[in-house]
């Protein structure tokens, strides 16, 4: 099936769960931010703890995945589940942690977590759980895995391969795979968007692919780079793309992303940004790496109030679609400057009119 067809495909069953499929219309902008909501910190559970690159689902009940300390004053990553409820936090433990041996018994971290069919070992889930993982005490050897549950709330169960592996041929201290973004494309046959981050000695890449789930083992296809034009940095120069979340406006058909915008500063810490940018691109051009991503806008320390500003994602539904086709939310993650802004990183979230 080509790209074309998928993102028909696409259109079409998002539209289903979203009851009524409207013209697509093109981007319109983001209005003014709303003043930032503190949403959550680790220290509340962990002192000294660190909690980032959230993703979010709406509800009732709001739940916030991230990679998390899994222990007070340890760096080593969790994906822990928040939960949220009239903008109290009620709960906040580990929902998926390292594996006793292999090759995600390290970190585990970036947790993306989707409504859609699943199938392994002989048994049927309901959602998926797409995350970093690596074997050794480093931002490097990176892997992309999964995990499936019958309930937002867990238990998790990993499938025990990666489903994007680390390059064959490459020093096992690059970077790697990581960071994934997910959303639905059609929740009954099991298949879905998954994006993520490639990291191998040279510029970061962001790649896209289709992955169907629910035929006993996660199967990609349709690999592709994720079209760079239309990014840039805060000198006005291209841009490549990391740290990113993706969710889908089936009124628009549209991509939004949100990514940490470069360079990232020379006072410490200099590996996570000051800013991060909203962009749009039209469903075709997302699926067959064409066009140009619209500037939609941007969340800085102006706004924030903080010294760094990084690692965000968007509240979504459980399908990775906008919960209100009238706004947008960003929760982003904020730090301090070192020493220690490790233990200072925490949630906070804004929302735009569209």
């Not at 790496?289 to 903080?306: F, P, Y």
């Amino acid at each position: 099936m080509n790209l074309r067809k998928r993102l028909v495909l696409a259109v079409m069953a998002i539209a289903v769960v979203s009851t009524v499929l409207v013209a697509p219309t093109a981007a319109s902008g983001l209005g003014t931010w709303s003043s930032p909501t503190f949403v959550y910190a680790a220290s509340s559970i962990q002192s000294p703890g660190y909690s980032y690159a959230a993703s979010a689902i709406d509800g009732t009940t709001e739940r916030y995945y991230t990679c998390h300390s899994r222990a007070s004053g340890d760096i080593r990553d969790h994906a822990f589940l928040t939960k949220r409820t009239g903008g109290i936090v009620t709960s906040s433990a580990s929902a998926l942690g390292p594996s006793s041996a292999g090759w995600d018994s390290y970190h585990l971290c970036d947790p993306s977590v989707i409504r859609v069919n699943a199938s392994y070992s002989g048994q049927s889930y309901s959602y998926a759980m797409f995350y970093l993982g690596n074997d050794q005490a480093c931002s490097c050897h990176n892997q992309v895995g999964v995990a499936y549950s019958n309930s937002l709330d867990g238990p998790w169960v990993r499938y025990p391969s990666p489903i994007v592996a680390f390059r064959t041929g490459e020093p096992t201290s690059d970077w790697g795979a990581g960071q994934p973004s997910a959303t639905t494309i059609d929740p009954t046959s099991g298949t879905a968007v998954l994006t993520w981050t490639e990291g191998y000695g040279g510029p970061n890449v962001g790649k896209m692919a289709m992955v169907d789930l629910d035929g006993g083992a996660p199967v990609l296809s349709g690999i592709h780079d994720i079209t760079t034009a239309g990014l840039v940095d805060a000198n006005g120069n291209p841009d490549d793309l990391n740290n990113f979340d993706i969710v889908y406006s089936p009124q628009r058909d549209r991509f939004y992303m949100v990514r940490e915008r470069h360079p990232y500063p020379t006072s410490s810490p200099n590996y996570i940004s000051t800013a991060v940018q909203i962009l749009s691109l039209p469903g075709s051009d997302m699926w067959n790496s064409t066009g140009t991503w619209t500037v939609e806008g941007s969340i800085d320390g102006s706004l924030s109030g903080a010294a760094r500003t990084h690692n965000p994602g968007f509240l979504r539904t459980q399908y990775g679609t906008l919960p209100n086709e009238s706004e947008i939310t960003v929760v982003y993650t904020t730090s301090t400057l070192d020493p220690d802004s490790l233990w200072s990183y925490a949630l906070s979230r804004v929302t735009a009119p569209l």
